[in-house]
């Protein structure tokens, strides 16, 4: 199992204003447990050209 290191920058926002998410917790959390970050997802409400939206990739 390997966990980041750190938090890259999100290049929607362009800042480390990620959603995290730990080993602990559900994958379809939307709040991070505070354990090792092991995911992040984008934070940005954008629609994507497929009209999926960002944070949901």
């Not at 920058?9 to 080993?23: I, N």
């Not at 995911?39 to 497929?50: N, Q």
């Amino acid at each position: 199992m390997k966990f980041l290191r750190r938090v890259p920058v999100d290049p929607m926002t362009h800042g480390t204003d990620w959603g995290k998410r730990s080993v602990q917790d559900k994958a379809d959390s939307t709040r991070w447990g505070g354990q090792n970050v092991f995911d992040v997802y984008t934070t940005f409400d954008g629609t994507a050209l497929d009209g999926t939206k960002y944070k949901d990739w």
